[in-house]
């Protein structure tokens, strides 16, 4: 072990996969699942990622990712019965229980800041309470833990009730649980096949950019459009940085670099809001708030980021030489 | 400039492009664009599997902030949360949707301005508090508030939440972003302070804030609006 820490990411890893492992169990077991044998796979297939991660061979998870793929693909993860309480039965517990449901809610921000701001550096016998790499995942995965425990406490209900819970959300997300996570190995693969240099070739090949206003607009418009593609701005970032941003703004613009490195960024993340790749932020939550359109959250968020754009090309024109 | 680019693992968006476009499986579309790109970039199915095998195991990291809190919340909600979150915003006679949104803007991309970016978070407070009291607002008014209504407040609750968190965290200095842009101008042989990044990237969070605010204000205007044309469709 190189940086040793009494709470890792590891630990978390278990959790999770304990968690996928008991909603398969509880998944096979629910009657009332059309397609009960496939989701259980399917929900079995994905703790085995956690479990036992670190001994799969690249090739068999390769194969796993692939499995998973096809059986979400083709419809086979299916909603199940959860045993849901009646509105009005929610309402009274809301109404006896009041401010305290809150509680558990706010333990999780809370740990989670405590945790990567306060505790960051905090050694026992040499040893980082927290994973140093990874404080702010691990902070959350103890404030998740607490917020259990107390709304446990709280409602007098059993941990296997919250995690029955949690397969009813988890169910409810289906295949956009692991969107995220497949999105960013295609990601990873973008660039191992040099998708960037692609794209950068791509961008400077066909465009004039003699005129100061069309370079600075190449440079934010690319950074917004490769975000779209990669699903992520930093990915985008050091391509269109070293594409345009340096040879180009700076080279021969003469820009201030930390003008360009900020607004380049930042016209990276109107390429994120603007796109189903970036899914744990605009698919993700259109499943957790349960919208018929899985694309209701980008749709909704184009109007505010082209406008944002055009005033980053407005901001880093008038700013370049700051 | 002359050197040769292989440009065919652009075949790999192409793909993303028309899976979005026919409206397949998006699960389907990640899967066929890794093939198409793997295969674009000579790799073997051996080798790709490995490439793929190896990226899904280095970024499980992810889900585990969408899908840690999911117990605790999940229980709460049986216990009634959403509709404590609803009867309290009830109780204050000034908000509307828009106003409470636009004061979550704030929080969030100031918190996240100062480092704090796990105050706000979709699994954790949008779906659970924000986008239940951003509709239990819009009801208290309007009781008959249709679905698309409804639809279109949630969606907006969760931009709320993105355009908070993105455009407030570029602006601490200690934040990854930063890291990440000075890092690579280092590596192309040029030295900036993060702090003159962070402090550059204030007129966008600015603009952003006022732009997104904007839009909450009107969505209040949509509203009143949507509901008086139903009253009328009701009538007639």
């Known amino acids: 072990m190189i940086s040793g820490s009494l709470i890792k990411l590891d630990f978390f890893y278990l959790v999770l996969?304990?968690?996928?492992?008991?909603?398969?169990?509880?998944?096979?077991?629910?009657?009332?699942?059309?397609?009960?044998?496939?989701?259980?796979?399917?929900w079995a297939l994905y703790a085995v990622v956690y479990l036992a991660g670190d001994w799969l061979s690249p090739v068999a998870a390769g194969a796993l990712m692939v499995v998973m793929a096809?059986?979400?693909?083709?419809?086979?993860?299916?909603?199940?019965?959860?045993?849901?309480?009646?509105?009005?039965?929610?309402?009274?517990?809301?109404?006896?229980?009041?401010?305290?449901?809150?509680?558990?809610?706010?333990?999780?921000?809370?740990?989670?800041?405590?945790?990567?701001?306060?505790?960051?550096?905090?050694?026992f016998d040499g040893l980082f309470l927290l994973d140093p790499k990874n404080t702010t995942l691990v902070s959350l995965g103890c404030g998740s833990l607490f917020a259990v425990a107390t709304a446990c406490w709280l409602t007098r209900a059993t941990p296997l009730q919250a995690m029955r819970e949690s397969r009813r959300l988890v169910d409810h997300l289906g295949w956009a649980v692991v969107l995220p996570h497949m999105l960013a190995v295609l990601g990873l693969l973008f660039t191992e096949a040099g998708m960037g240099k692609a794209v950068a070739h791509v961008v400077t090949s066909y465009i004039?950019?003699?005129?100061?206003?069309?370079?600075?607009?190449?440079?934010?418009?690319?950074?917004?459009?490769?975000?779209?593609?990669?699903?992520?701005?930093?990915?985008?970032?050091?391509?269109?940085?070293?594409?345009?941003?340096?040879?180009?703004?700076?080279?021969?613009?003469h820009a201030n670099p930390a003008v360009m490195a900020a607004i380049g960024m930042f016209s990276a993340y109107c390429g994120t809001l603007m796109t189903p790749m970036a899914a744990n932020f605009n698919i993700v939550p259109a499943?957790?708030?349960?919208?018929?359109?899985?694309?209701?959250?980008?749709?909704?968020?184009?109007?505010?980021?082209l406008p944002i754009l055009l005033a980053n090309i407005a901001l880093l024109y008038f700013l370049l030489n700051m | 400039?002359?050197?040769?680019?292989?440009?065919?693992?652009?075949?790999?968006?192409?793909?993303?492009?028309?899976?979005?476009?026919?409206?397949?499986?998006?699960?389907?579309?990640?899967?066929?664009?890794?093939?198409?790109?793997?295969?674009?970039?000579a790799m073997d199915v051996e080798h790709l599997l490995a490439v793929l095998g190896a990226a899904f195991i280095k970024t499980r990291n992810l889900p585990l902030i969408l899908l840690l809190p999911l117990a605790a919340i999940g229980l709460l909600e049986r216990y009634g949360l959403k509709e404590h979150a609803q009867a309290s915003i009830a109780r204050i006679k000034s908000?509307?949707?828009?106003?409470?949104?636009?004061?979550?803007?704030?929080?969030?991309?100031?918190?996240?301005?100062?480092?704090?970016?796990?105050?706000?978070?979709?699994?954790?407070?949008?779906?659970?508090?924000?986008?239940?009291?951003?509709?239990?607002?819009?009801?208290?008014?309007?009781?008959?508030?249709?679905?698309?209504?409804?639809?279109?407040?949630r969606a907006m609750s969760a931009a709320t939440d993105n355009v908070g968190l993105f455009f407030g965290e570029d602006v601490f200095v200690a934040f990854g972003a930063i890291v990440l842009m000075q890092t690579i101008l280092r590596g192309e042989g040029i030295e900036v302070d993060p702090l003159h990044i962070a402090m550059w990237g204030i007129p966008t969070a600015v603009t952003a804030f006022?732009?997104?605010?904007?839009?909450?204000?009107?969505?209040?205007?949509?509203?009143?609006?949507?509901?008086?044309?139903?009253?009328?469709?009701?009538?007639?």
Request: glycine fraction near 10%; include cysteine.
């Open chain 2, 95 to 153: 908000a509307t949707t828009g106003r409470l949104l636009i004061v979550y803007l704030a929080i969030r991309e100031i918190s996240a301005a100062f480092g704090l970016t796990s105050i706000g978070g979709h699994p954790n407070m949008v779906r659970p508090l924000i986008a239940p009291m951003a509709e239990g607002a819009a009801e208290n008014r309007y009781p008959a508030l249709t679905d698309p209504l409804r639809h279109r407040i």
């Open chain 1, 17 to 42: 996969g304990a968690m996928l492992l008991m909603i398969a169990v509880m998944a096979l077991r629910d009657p009332h699942n059309p397609k009960r044998y496939s989701s259980a796979l399917f």
């Open chain 2, 210 to 236: 006022i732009i997104h605010s904007w839009r909450l204000h009107r969505l209040d205007a949509h509203i009143a609006r949507a509901m008086m044309n139903s009253a009328k469709g009701g009538q007639a």
């Open chain 1, 70 to 123: 096809l059986i979400a693909g083709f419809g086979g993860v299916t909603l199940g019965r959860y045993g849901e309480r009646s509105p009005e039965q929610r309402r009274d517990s809301a109404q006896r229980l009041g401010h305290k449901l809150l509680i558990p809610a706010l333990i999780i921000p809370i740990t989670t800041m405590i945790g990567s701001t306060l505790l960051k550096d905090v050694k």
């Open chain 2, 1 to 41: 400039m002359n050197q040769t680019v292989n440009l065919w693992p652009l075949l790999g968006v192409a793909v993303i492009i028309l899976g979005f476009a026919l409206r397949a499986h998006p699960v389907l579309v990640v899967i066929a664009a890794c093939a198409v790109t793997g295969f674009a970039a």
């Open chain 1, 208 to 253: 004039n950019m003699d005129v100061k206003l069309v370079a600075v607009a190449v440079y934010c418009i690319g950074m917004a459009l490769f975000t779209i593609i990669m699903g992520n701005g930093f990915a985008a970032f050091p391509v269109i940085a070293g594409g345009v941003g340096i040879p180009v703004l700076v080279g021969v613009y």
């Open chain 1, 287 to 305: 499943a957790l708030l349960e919208l018929p359109d899985k694309n209701a959250v980008v749709k909704i968020q184009v109007a505010t980021a």
